[in-house]
């Protein structure tokens, strides 16, 4: 499966607003399903593709796709396989695309936060390894 990463869009085939039975329909049985319902929160089912590296999350009532997080090797982001970039380069290579407003954070679990609020994506890097990408709609 192609996993190109589209800011504010979604990833290959997989596009922000989908439904869960066009994406079930898509990529198949997920390997698990979570079902969160936080009386605070809107309801929210969580698929877990775990041969694929994503994790998708579908909030609301009748559920769509409104997060993705993926720590999938193969996906490329403006033509790069992005896990293979360092953190310097896939600053420059957001900057190059027009991403500047970023922000960096140390978190509480120890990994690197890079977030660029404009896209609504962040990077998570872990000793200098990128180990996820989410990114929303």
């Known amino acids: 499966m192609e996993l190109t990463i589209n800011i504010k869009q979604g ?20 390997d698990e399903v979570e079902n969160i319902d936080n009386a605070a ?6 698929l877990h593709y775990n ?10 009532e009748n559920p769509e796709l409104a997060c993705i997080d993926t720590c999938n090797a193969d ?11 360092e953190e310097r380069q896939l600053v420059e290579l957001m900057v190059k695309n027009n991403y500047t ?16 609020p404009e896209g609504n994506i962040d990077f998570y890097y872990d ?4 180990v996820s990408i989410i990114l929303g709609a």
């Open 11 to 30: 990833i290959g085939g997989i596009k922000f607003h989908m439904p869960v039975e066009d994406v079930v329909a898509l990529l198949g049985t997920a």
């Open 41 to 46: 929160d809107e309801p929210t089912t969580v």
């Open 51 to 60: 041969d694929l590296g994503l994790t998708l999350f579908f909030e609301n």
């Open 75 to 85: 996906c490329t982001l403006f033509g790069k396989e992005v896990f293979d970039l």
């Open 101 to 116: 407003e970023q922000d960096a954070d140390e978190e509480d679990w120890g990994e690197r936060r890079i977030s660029f």
């Open 127 to 130: 000793e200098g390894e990128l």
